[in-house]
């Protein structure tokens, strides 16, 4: 049986008018001089850290933070040495009530969680800089969907988190009797007092997690 790579199922994706229009859309803003983040490097940078095989677990975001140096293509995480955002640092707290051997780190970097399968999906994959949703409905919603799709249809037993209404929307691509759903509100400051402090969504990721013979995550963000 073939080894499914994220270019073998989303290569027709790529072919699409959408698609193509999404990055002549891009083109066309970054030469009125806006500027987008994250820098192009980055904006695929979910899928090259957790390939296909290795996903385990999927958190999806929103869209990218929209301030300088501060998204690299991970939902929620920042690169090192930038401030950590406030749903982070309530993801943080919430972990350190659920695990008890975590630490609040000093960054925000989440790039391990990626290479240990966890999938942090951002429905958005980019934005001008300081307008939160600027890239809303140029495709990456539909782009993010098939993404969601094929690890839907082709893989079993995935633990999908989805935080807050925007994320829960695209539960209804997911079958919950081949995946796992935990559901909870967002960490942001917003929201997060309504269910996401006390959800326990680390440690219940955990325990799916080895009752399917799997390795648990590592949830402490380790600089690599």
Not at 22 to 28: A, D, L, R
Request: proline letters at 5%; one cysteine or more; a positive charge.
């Amino acid at each position: 049986m073939k080894l499914l790579t994220w270019k073998s199922v989303l290569s027709s994706e790529k072919s699409k008018l959408y698609f193509k229009n999404i990055f002549n859309y891009i083109n066309q803003r970054k030469s009125q001089g806006i500027i987008i983040y994250p820098e192009q490097r980055y904006i695929f940078h979910a899928l090259k850290l957790t390939p296909f095989q290795k996903v385990k677990v999927v958190i999806i975001g929103q869209d990218p933070y929209h301030q300088p140096n501060q998204a690299h293509g991970l939902a929620f995480s920042v690169q090192p040495g930038i401030t950590i955002p406030p749903s982070l640092m309530n993801i943080y707290k919430e972990l350190s009530s659920d695990i008890s051997t975590f630490v609040i780190p000093k960054h925000g970097c989440l790039e391990s969680w990626a290479k240990e399968g966890v999938l942090l999906l951002n429905s958005i994959l980019t934005v001008e800089a300081g307008k939160t949703c600027s890239h809303a409905n140029i495709g990456w919603e539909q782009f993010t969907d098939k993404i969601i799709d094929v690890l839907n249809t082709k893989k079993n037993k995935l633990i999908f988190l989805l935080w807050g209404k925007y994320a829960q929307k695209k539960g209804n691509i997911i079958n919950n009797k081949n995946h796992y759903i935990l559901k909870t509100s967002h960490p942001s400051p917003l929201s997060a007092q309504f269910s996401f402090f006390g959800c326990k969504h680390f440690s219940k990721t955990n325990y799916l997690l080895t009752i399917n013979n799997q390795n648990k995550i590592n949830w402490q963000p380790r600089l690599l």
